[in-house]
């Protein structure tokens, strides 16, 4: 039996451009990540809370913190927890997101603060048990 689904549409590329990519035989070994269905699923919940895909940008936002609202500005991590939980760590990509040099520094390295949020994602119910923010030192 099949699996409906009332979600969105998600951007596709066109026609032309799917008929031009070609797929593997097997993935490449390299780069290769296998993540757990429960590991996934935990993922995309904490992701759809933290930074919801296609969510606006706050009005007021200023043009080099816009990227603070995009999803692909954040590197996830995602460890099991106590029975039941798979807590999942987003921190910001300084690549993909050059921190603001207004943000509060470390007194000892001068260094800009980094604020890491994490879920602890309850993947037996599918939901979210608790979120945690912390503030660290910027590798």
């Known amino acids: 039996m099949g699996c409906a689904t009332t979600a969105p549409l998600l951007p596709r590329a066109t026609p032309e451009e799917a008929a031009g990519f070609t797929f593997p035989l097997e ?32 009005p007021g936002v200023r ?33 993909a997101c050059p921190p603001s040099p207004a943000l509060s520094v470390e007194a000892i390295s001068g260094k800009p603060l980094r604020e890491i949020t994490t879920y602890a994602v309850d993947v037996r119910a599918m939901r979210i048990l608790a979120v945690g923010v912390q503030t660290r030192r910027r590798p």
Do not use: K, W
Request: proline content about 11%.
């Open 27 to 58: 993935l490449p070994s390299e780069g290769m990540l296998h993540l757990e269905g429960n590991t996934a699923a935990a993922i995309q919940l904490a992701m759809d809370d933290f930074r919801p895909r296609g969510a606006a940008i706050p």
């Open 63 to 95: 043009p080099d913190e816009a990227c603070l609202y995009l999803p692909q500005s954040y590197d996830v991590t995602s460890a099991p927890g106590p029975e039941g939980v798979v807590l999942v760590e987003f921190q910001q990509n300084d690549t």
